[in-house]
């Protein structure tokens, strides 16, 4: 496939959207809130004020970002808390520009992308939406007897959910699926570029003979998704780069927006995972898999059943957490939980053999928190894969005032300590 005709392919069809104001942060104090148990309650305090919730979900504390105007109100309500960031628009800042790659080096001609894999320097910035497209279609075009772009469907605003499928020498959909997704809560930027190293890199040990990455083929199929919500990516880099949800728009309600990772239809009705109001971050939706791209996801990973998923890996951040089944029951296990325990301990090994970076390992719901309509448990519950995580990248769970900001320096990193985790994870299960 030509590079023009893939990126024609995923011509982004959007619907007429209003243009709306960027969210300045600027002056918002980021406090760090110690729950004591009680944390419905001091939500239900807070609800009036300018504030944006920031932390990864931890049970005993959250941290809050105050805008300036509520500062003196949030204080007043006497919270066991402590300020972490005196001005959260200064540490965005230290995420770094929004830079062109493709635009940037005019000598790299139409002809030698279709030749060669894009340059790593793809991995020294966070990049604008429509660049990630022309990024899969080099891929593409660089494996072409291997790979093929494919799309799941259409997100709310008419974008393309698309994916890139690779596989071996037998054939496409000749092995069971190792299954990627990225960039479900729009925020949470390192998702994306981290899939990307993994596929480039698979890619290119293909393409260069590496027995291992060959062996790989060998035994699966892998279909990557780098972006499963990308109405609410685009509105991060035009809009509200705190934003998590998707885009879709609720009657009787002036909130927007539904979690994709609480909207699949296993354990969807179960309480304490999720929430049913509309203004929450965790939205649950008014129904099982009733947005539109949860609905196609499901019509997509059902597609797979026939040779069956042997891993997925939900890609997040943040917090360096490996999270095994379950999420919705902090008592549930996994059939094969030993196994996969056995795994992910060495998952662990591999990423902290890279830089020393360490990450914890073990049941969603009883490791972090609980969860419901998670598509970890989908997988695992509802389409029996045999591994079936959430991966939460850098920085730790201590990861200052907005750990869902890393800075640029770090995606090259972060993608190196998952690649040797994943070629650890490939070889042995």
């Known amino acids: 496939m030509r590079v023009q005709s893939a990126i024609t392919a995923l011509a982004v069809l959007v619907t007429s959207v209003a243009a709306e104001e960027r969210v300045s942060y600027e002056g918002y104090k980021v406090y760090r809130i110690d729950t004591h148990d009680e944390s419905e309650q001091i939500h239900k305090l807070i609800d009036g004020l300018h504030a944006v919730e920031v932390s990864c979900?931890?049970?005993?504390?959250?941290?809050?970002?105050?805008?300036?105007?509520?500062?003196?109100?949030?204080?007043?309500?006497?919270?066991?808390?402590?300020l972490l960031s005196e001005d959260l628009s200064v540490d965005l800042a230290e995420e770094g520009p929004v830079?062109?790659?493709?635009?940037?080096?005019?000598?790299?001609?139409?002809?030698?992308?279709?030749?060669?894999?894009?340059?790593?320097?793809?991995?020294?910035?966070?990049?604008?939406?429509?660049?990630?497209?022309?990024?899969?279609?080099?891929?593409q075009a660089a494996f072409p007897s291997n790979s093929r772009i494919f799309n799941v469907g259409n997100s709310y605003q008419g974008r393309s959910i698309y994916g890139i499928h690779l596989w071996g020498p037998g054939g496409q959909g000749s092995?069971?699926?190792?299954?990627?997704?990225?960039t479900v809560h729009a925020r949470e930027w390192i998702s994306a570029p981290v899939v990307e190293y993994l596929t480039w890199h698979l890619i290119d040990g293909y393409r260069n003979n590496d027995p291992?990455?060959?062996?790989?083929?060998?035994?699966?199929?892998?279909?990557?998704?780098?972006?499963?919500?990308?109405?609410?990516?685009?509105?991060?880099?035009?809009?509200?780069?705190?934003?998590?949800?998707?885009?879709?728009?609720r009657s009787g309600s002036s909130c927007v927006g539904t979690d994709g990772n609480r909207n699949w239809n296993f354990q969807w009705s179960t309480p304490g995972g999720a929430s049913t109001s509309p203004c929450s971050e965790t939205y649950r939706g008014q129904a099982a898999g009733d947005t539109p791209e949860i609905r196609a996801l499901?019509?997509?990973?059902?597609s797979l059943s026939t040779r069956g998923i042997k891993l997925f890996i939900d890609w997040h951040s943040y917090g360096q957490y490996i999270l095994l089944?379950?999420?919705?029951?902090?008592?549930?296990?996994?059939?094969?939980?030993?196994?996969?325990?056995?795994?992910?301990?060495?998952?662990?090994?591999?990423?902290?053999?890279?830089?020393?970076?360490?990450?914890?390992?073990?049941?969603?719901?009883?490791?972090?928190?609980?969860?419901?309509?998670?598509?970890?448990?989908?997988?695992?519950?509802?389409?029996?894969?045999?591994?079936?995580?959430?991966?939460e990248l850098r920085p730790g769970p201590g990861g200052g005032s907005s750990g869902f900001v890393l800075p640029a320096s770090q995606i090259v990193v972060s993608g190196r300590e998952q690649w040797e985790g994943i070629k650890y994870v490939l070889s042995t299960i």
């Open 175 to 182: 092995r069971p699926a190792v299954y990627f997704h990225g």
């Open 298 to 302: 499901t019509t997509f990973t059902n």
């Open 57 to 82: 979900g931890e049970s005993d504390h959250f941290d809050l970002a105050v805008a300036p105007e509520d500062v003196e109100a949030f204080q007043a309500l006497g919270f066991d808390a402590f």
């Open 325 to 391: 089944p379950y999420g919705y029951n902090c008592q549930a296990r996994a059939p094969n939980h030993n196994a996969q325990m056995s795994v992910a301990a060495g998952f662990s090994n591999a990423i902290r053999a890279v830089s020393g970076t360490r990450f914890t390992y073990g049941p969603s719901c009883s490791t972090l928190y609980a969860t419901t309509g998670s598509s970890p448990d989908y997988m695992g519950g509802a389409m029996g894969a045999e591994y079936s995580w959430t991966v």
């Open 212 to 249: 291992l990455v060959r062996s790989f083929f060998d035994k699966y199929d892998f279909y990557i998704v780098p972006f499963v919500n990308p109405d609410g990516f685009v509105y991060t880099q035009s809009t509200d780069r705190l934003w998590r949800k998707n885009r879709q728009p």
């Open 99 to 139: 830079e062109s790659f493709y635009e940037s080096d005019a000598n790299f001609t139409l002809e030698a992308r279709q030749q060669s894999l894009p340059a790593l320097s793809w991995f020294n910035l966070y990049r604008p939406y429509v660049e990630h497209a022309t990024f899969f279609s080099q891929l």
